[in-house]
Structures are given as structure tokens and as C-alpha cells.
């Protein structure tokens, strides 16, 4: 099957043959049809899927088939000039953005008008497009009800209602918001609702807003993936700064992202590796957007090589070229596991992964051990060996000869790449 099969506008199957696309992704296939036709869709997809696609091109084509827009209110009027026709909710300001550039890049020959609003920053130039007139409206929870509640927006006729990563907005909060939303919106809408995981929580929420929907489930492509090389170290907590400093300073480490569970902690490890020579910066969601957009921009380019950030990092941030991925605290969900390391090991490189697991995280890592059904590799640790005087402590009681250290092992590991093989190579003192 490709695009053309789905039956979308010409004007879209021109904009997605201009990015090199020609065949649907099997949640594009099984989505875009039944948008099209106006169902509701109870969508079970990881982030990497192309959901995006999955509503955004039969979106596209549905307000084309409707007309380009709806005709501007008088001048005089307070509020929206153009009311929203969609309404897309996000649980973060960065996959808010991809969203929208996403129906820049498919709507590019439509005229159908989009605008993003998301917290951290100034509303007055959100203020702004919304009073010009938009057809869709891709927001974050929060700004959206604020914006709301000054009168700016107006959701009352809004056709199509999309939720994308409806779990990670209940793990983030946004619950009474979405509630407050879902009280202004129409009753007589077309509702799509994708959520990564189906706990009993978001399956309450999608029979709330759902009427006789179609059910997609994508199963991820693997849990994890043979090209990542996955680890752990067993390591007291006091001992992990400089464990990790011990690995990026070894060999093979090109642009690495290292996982906090908070933002203080976040900062933290930034500031030790900067303070050990090692350039890196932190990213999470008390730094402004506009930091947040610079922090992002520059590890695109390794400037610095080293991003370590909380989970909202995890999905829907694409950076080519991670050699690495570090969870220097372990995720209390076992699914944000699969995130993370999944920054790595991307378009047919190869990746590493290594977890750190202190004394109070065994739990959580054999929650990340049922998860993706196998035992993860154990590493021994020097620092963890030195810290405890143990060493047999690193290899989980087994009567095993103890493995090759960690920091030696970083340092013959790498991981293949599309980069020369002269900038694979991390030495101490020189790349960072």
C-alpha cells in the first residue's frame, strides 16, 4: 500500500511525497481510513509509530473537503476571530511544537491556517494568530484552559477533538484541565484518543469522550531492539557521578543522554560533569521554552554533547546520532524505560544503554526485567566495588567469575555509525 491508496488530497500526497515518504506506517494505514470516514478512534501507539501522520493528514484533508475556513467575526467583537475547527492536546510544550510543524509540513499547499500554544512563554504572540483566525489549534493543557479563561479561545465549535499521549497527560496532572476542556467542546465531534499504554485510568478517560469507536492497537515494532546494547550497574547512590563520568570519558561516546527522575536531580549531574570537564546542560520543565529550544538546538549539533533531562525528554524528541543513553535513576513506570533508551540505536545505528541501580531501585528494575521479558546485562562496576568493598555485590549474588568492568567496557564498545570513524572517538580531556 501507499499514500495514494488512502485516497487524500492530492495537495497532501505532494507534501508527503516532497518529505520522501511513500508508504503508511501501519498505524497511518489502519488509522486514516476510519478518520476519514469521521470515526472516533481509540488509538494504542508508542510515539515513533507516526501517529502524527496517522490524524493529521486525514485532518487535513477533511477541513479541505469542508472549506479552507470559517468567516471572520466582526472586528468589534471580543475573542477569536476565526473559531478553531481542531483542537489537539499534548501533554508537552516539545511535542506540541513537532505537532504543529507537522501540519505545517502536510498542510503546506492546503492554506488552512495553525497555531501553537504551549506555557513558559509570552502569550502575546499566541494571542495574536488566534485573533487572525486559525483552523486548527495545537495546545498543552494549561495554556490552553488560561487562554480560555481570558476569553482568547473558544472551542465551542470545534469538529475534531484529538488527544495524543493521553497517559503521559495523566501522569503529568492535566486531568482537571482536560475536564475543564472537554466541558466546552461540542457534543456532536469527531474524538481521536492515543495513548502509549491503556491503564484502567486512561481507558475510564476514553470511554468519557469516545462514542463507538474504532480500536487501533499498534504493538511496538519490539520492546527494545536488537541494535541497542543494554546494561546495568549495580551502584551505590553516592557513587554514580562518577560513574558516569568514568563512561562518557571513555572511548566511543559521540552525543549522549543521561536520565534523571527530577529536575533538581537533573541539574545536579549537569553541574558535576561540567565541573569534571565534560560540557554538558540540563533539560527540563522549569528551564523557560526558550532555554528549553536552545538546550535542544545545541545538542542537535553536540554543542554540548551531553543532555541530561527528566522524562519529559523521553518521547517525542528525535535527535539523530544518540551513541548512548545513560539512566543514571531508574523510571518508576517500567514503560518509560523503553523511551529512553529509545533516544539511541536509531535509523540502523547502533546504541548502548546503561542503567545505574542502587540498593533502594532493585524493585524497579525487575519491573523494567518483566517488562521486556529478559534478564538485563550485568555490568560490574570499579565504583560501585570500591564504594562497598564487594565486588560480588555488582553481579546479583551469582556465583560467576566478575565480568569485565564497566569503564573498560565503554571503552572497547563502539557502537557502529554512519559518522566517520574519526568522530566516534570521545577521549578524555580532548572531545569534551
Known amino acids: 500500500m501507499n499514500f495514494a491508496d488512502l485516497g487524500l488530497d492530492p495537495s497532501l500526497l505532494r507534501a508527503v511525497s516532497s518529505e520522501g515518504y511513500t508508504s503508511p506506517t501501519p498505524i497511518q494505514s489502519e488509522a486514516i481510513p476510519h478518520v476519514l470516514r469521521g470515526c472516533d478512534v481509540l488509538g494504542c501507539a508508542q510515539t515513533g509509530t507516526g501517529k502524527t501522520a496517522a ?12 472549506g479552507a475556513g470559517q468567516p471572520p467575526r466582526d472586528r468589534g467583537s471580543r475573542g477569536p476571530s476565526r473559531f478553531p475547527r481542531v483542537l489537539v492536546l499534548s501533554p508537552t510544550r516539545e511535542l506540541a511544537g513537532q505537532i504543529g510543524d507537522s501540519f505545517r509540513t502536510y498542510g503546506r499547499h492546503t492554506g488552512l491556517r495553525h497555531t501553537v500554544v504551549f506555557g513558559g512563554v509570552s502569550q502575546q504572540p499566541q494571542v495574536r494568530d488566534l485573533q487572525r483566525g486559525v483552523d486548527i489549534l495545537v495546545a498543552t493543557p494549561g495554556r490552553l484552559v488560561d487562554l480560555m479563561g481570558q476569553g482568547f479561545v473558544d472551542v465551542s465549535r470545534v469538529g475534531i477533538y484529538v488527544l495524543d499521549e493521553a497517559d503521559r497527560m495523566l501522569d503529568m496532572g492535566f486531568l482537571p484541565d482536560l475536564r475543564r476542556v472537554q466541558a466546552k467542546l461540542p457534543a456532536d465531534r469527531q474524538t481521536l484518543f492515543f495513548s502509549a499504554t491503556m491503564p484502567d485510568a486512561i481507558r475510564q478517560l476514553a470511554d468519557s469522550l469516545l462514542s463507538d469507536p474504532v480500536q487501533i492497537r499498534i504493538a511496538p515494532v519490539k520492546a527494545t531492539t536488537a541494535l541497542i546494547a543494554e546494561s546495568v550497574c549495580f551502584v551505590p547512590k553516592q557513587a554514580k557521578s562518577q560513574l558516569l563520568t568514568d563512561l562518557l570519558t571513555g572511548e566511543g561516546v559521540v552525543r549522549a543522554m543521561v536520565f534523571t527522575r527530577t529536575k533538581h536531580g537533573a541539574d545536579r549531574v549537569a553541574r558535576h560533569l561540567n565541573q569534571a570537564g565534560i560540557r554538558a ?3 527540563h520543565g522549569n528551564k523557560s521554552q526558550s532555554a528549553r529550544q536552545r538546550t535542544l538546538a545545541g545538542f542537535r549539533s553536540e554543542r554540548p554533547p551531553v543532555l541530561v533531562a527528566t522524562d519529559v525528554a523521553a518521547r517525542g524528541i528525535d535527535v539523530d546520532g544518540v551513541s548512548h543513553v545513560f539512566n543514571y535513576d531508574l523510571p518508576h513506570e517500567p514503560e518509560m ?24 531501585e532493585r524493585k524497579l528494575l525487575q519491573s523494567i526485567e518483566r517488562l521486556i521479558r529478559r534478564k538485563l546485562l550485568v555490568e560490574q562496576s570499579v565504583a560501585a566495588s570500591e564504594a562497598t568493598g564487594d565486588a560480588a555485590a555488582t553481579s546479583r549474588g551469582s556465583q560467576e567469575p566478575p565480568r569485565q568492568s564497566a569503564e573498560r567496557r565503554w571503552k572497547t ?18 572531545r569534551w
Do not use: W
Request: proline share 5%.
Open 55 to 66: 490524524f493529521a493528514l486525514p485532518i487535513l484533508h477533511r477541513l479541505m473537503q469542508s
Open 281 to 283: 546542560e540540563a533539560m
Open 337 to 360: 524505560y523503553v523511551h529512553r533508551i529509545g533516544r539511541t540505536g536509531r535509523a540502523g545505528a547502533a546504541g548502548i544503554a546503561v542503567s545505574f541501580c542502587d540498593d533502594q
Open 413 to 430: 564498545a563502539k557502537p557502529r555509525s554512519s559518522r566517520p570513524s574519526n568522530r566516534t572517538v570521545a577521549g578524555k580531556g580532548r
